[in-house]
């Protein structure tokens, strides 16, 4: 049992020692900037912007390319860091892009409705390109909830559209596959509106997905866990076995 | 199911009394309003009609203690509903003399008193899907190392350690070969297990809840200041007492029935008393606060069945688990590590998680309970602007009402705005009268 006891005195000394310079090294951390390919805005509705990226690289593809992302978060995603940034990689492939930013809603966007993002923002967008660019239709990327929107975009104005690409984006909702699609059928939409004010919060989305993996955080926890008590190991079972 | 049936009827039967002598009494009011006496009749009206009252509801108060009989297989927790049920009714009838002529500050204190314990208890044992509603955002806490990230650490750590001490009989047991799923249950720490689940799954998390509560509790308050002692008291009193590691088998269609009976009732009972107070702010603020107390109920119920089912899931999750590493240690001589164990359970109780998640029945509750928790914060932004309306603020209706009209006149504009370039596009490509 000694040897037990002595583990746990090993792996617990120096633990507070640990705690402060982790919360030293968290206090004193960089900003991290994210977005960093350079755009310039071109267009702007209300909140919603759109952006057209420079580039160095020789445009192959003559028909411009317009991404449509979620609303649940923002353009730069598809741009995290320079060696991570799918823009990046569609510039360097020799695409023209356009991105549209919808911005961070507050209460005087409660009563925007989909066909708001539809018909107005993505339409004003596609309809800015197509002037300025002397073209009658041009290539819609959508991404997520911004493919969704995509998809019903390209359904109401064909005639706009050349080529449409989606990436993880939900069209049937009558599926069963998935959690999400069948707690969403069970959930009262307008009491979830109402009772937040008209501005779903992201953190209640944040706890949905949590939840679709209920044991993540205990699962992960455990590495750390270690850190602060024993592990059982053959030793620890040996004591036991003995005595 | 007799006690609950008798006691409902008794319940019922008393309010169609209470409601007959009301208008007994309405009828007697609009008489001496013809015969020009009212000022000299009002008061004797109202000392007959409260006395009538209150000797109706002592007797339903005799019948049901005597109808109800615990014994007669009824889970614990519909005792303590009736009990606190009762409990109310008595404070009630105690309180009413008081609204009917000058206000008693010694009956007042008191029920701030009580409802300030009942909200505190409330608070400090309950509250699980308030957190997304209390708006502090996640990204706060990612901000800095700040104390409640130590605290979810903790936590964790927690679920570790507690699944630690629960591992140390059962190995013991393994080691000695006696072990057995049937001694499981035997020598299984369930309160342990059960604390491991509400770690893991914020059950009865007061701290989470506490901004809103508090919220609550403040608007209760003057609501209830504005009502000069009415409503009611400890209605969630002994809810606190319902969380025993037993509550695996109780029957949550008898609590849930049962509530919605007594709402129903209690609503009843309780409407003459509002056709007292004067049409207005005041006599709506207290509505909305005794439909919150109402949802409230029914939230609690909601939430209580929903946790019961996560720790129907928990409980399969550790029999499996335990079966799993027993089953390893029969196959190969080496030796289990508490890991093992470990990471055998989560994978188990993970699988019957989500299995519970994917169900109709889950999902369904699930709705209900957001849809109750949602509602409930509704009532509660309505009653805060109700409460703040005579400061000189902007309440937020009239801030939502003002965006509404933006929005359309901006929608208004965008349609001018595509007419005009459309005509302007006509007029050039037109060719010229000239």
């Known amino acids: 049992m000694q040897y037990f006891w002595n583990e746990i005195v090993e792996k617990t000394t120096g633990i507070p020692q640990k705690l402060n310079k982790s919360i030293d090294v968290v206090q004193h951390m960089e900003a991290i900037e994210v977005g960093t390919s350079e755009r310039e805005p071109v267009w702007q509705m209300d909140k919603v912007r759109l952006f057209h990226y420079q580039t160095s690289h020789e445009i192959k593809v003559k028909t411009p390319v317009l991404i449509s992302y979620a609303l649940i978060n923002r353009y730069y995603m598809m741009d995290l ?62 991404i997520c ?44 939409v307008d009491a979830i509106v109402e009772g937040f004010g008209g501005l779903v919060p992201g953190t209640f989305l944040d706890m949905g997905f949590q939840l679709l993996k209920p044991m993540l955080k205990v699962r992960n926890k455990k590495t750390s866990t270690n850190l602060w008590m024993m592990r059982t190991n053959c030793s620890t079972s040996c004591e036991w076995k003995n005595g | 199911m007799d006690s609950t049936k008798n006691f409902i009827d008794a319940w019922m039967n008393t309010q169609n009394k209470l409601v ?44 049901l203690k005597n109808q109800w009989k615990p014994e007669e297989k009824q889970p614990d927790f519909v005792n303590f509903w009736l009990d606190s049920q009762t409990q109310m009714a008595k404070m009630w009838m105690a309180m009413l003399p008081a609204t009917g002529s000058q206000p008693d500050p010694a009956a007042f204190a008191s029920y701030m008193e009580n409802m300030q314990k009942m909200y505190a208890d409330w608070n400090k044992g309950y509250g699980q899907l308030f957190p997304s509603q209390n708006g502090q955002p996640w990204s706060q806490m990612a901000q800095a190392f700040n104390p409640q990230q130590l605290h979810h650490f903790i936590d964790n750590t927690r679920t570790y350690m507690k699944m630690f001490e629960l591992w140390q009989p059962i190995y013991k047991m393994m080691q000695s070969n006696t072990m057995g799923l049937d001694s499981l ?35 209760n308050e003057f609501a209830m200041q504005m009502l000069k002692n009415s409503g009611s008291a400890n209605v969630f009193e002994s809810f606190k007492n319902f969380m025993p590691a037993q509550m695996l088998d109780k029957n949550f269609n008898v609590l849930s ?19 007292m107070v004067p049409a207005g702010r005041e006599k709506e603020m207290g509505r ?17 069945e929903m946790q019961a089912l996560v720790y129907q899931s928990g409980f399969m999750a550790i029999e499996k688990a335990v079966q799993q590493v027993m089953q390893k240690a029969q196959e190969n001589t080496g030796t289990s590590t508490f890991d093992d164990f470990y990471n055998t359970w989560v994978n188990t109780i993970e699988e019957e998680i989500i299995e519970l998640f994917g169900s109709e029945s889950y999902s369904r509750l699930q709705g209900e309970l957001l849809k109750l928790g949602l509602d409930i914060k509704t009532q509660t932004d309505k009653l805060l602007e109700m409460l703040l309306a005579p400061l000189p603020l902007v309440p937020r209706s009239e801030m939502d009402e003002m965006n509404a009209a933006l929005y359309e006149l ?20 037109a060719p010229s009268q000239q």
Do not use: C
């Not at chain 2, 029935?257 to 056709?275: C, G, L, R, V």
């Open chain 2, 257 to 275: 029935q049962i509530s919605q009976q007594f709402s129903e009732q209690f609503a009843k009972f309780i409407n003459p008393y509002f056709t």
């Open chain 2, 410 to 429: 901006k929608t208004k504009v965008r349609q001018l705005e595509k007419r005009l370039k459309a005509t302007e596009k006509t007029d050039e490509t």
């Open chain 1, 81 to 142: 860091q320079p060696d991570r940034s799918l823009i990046r990689k569609l510039l360097s492939l020799g695409l023209d892009i356009y991105v549209l930013d919808t911005g961070y809603p507050t209460r005087n966007e409660r009563y925007l409705t989909m066909n708001d993002y539809i018909n107005v923002y993505i339409d004003g967008a596609v309809d800015f390109i197509r002037e300025s660019r002397q073209i009658p239709a041009l290539n819609l990327m959508g």
């Open chain 2, 185 to 219: 249950s035997k020598m299984m720490d369930v309160e342990k297990y059960k604390e491991v689940l509400d770690g893991i799954f914020h059950f009865m998390d007061g701290n989470k809840s506490a901004g809103f509560l508090d919220m609550i509790q403040k608007y």
């Open chain 2, 20 to 63: 007959d002598n009301l208008m007994d009494t309405s009828k007697k009011i609009q008489e001496s309003f013809q015969k020009g006496e009212v000022v000299e009749k009002s008061v004797e009206l109202y000392s007959q009609w409260f006395d009538k009252q209150k000797s109706l509801a002592d007797s339903m108060l005799h019948i």
């Open chain 2, 288 to 304: 909305i606060a005794m439909d919150i107390q109402d949802m409230f109920m029914k939230y609690f119920v909601k939430a209580t």
């Open chain 1, 145 to 188: 909830q911004g493919g969704t929107f995509s998809v019903i975009y390209s359904a109401l104005h064909p005639q706009k559209i050349k080529n449409l690409i989606t990436l993880v984006t939900p069209v049937d909702f009558s599926t069963n596959d998935g959690l999400l699609f069948r707690w969403a059928r069970h959930m009262d």
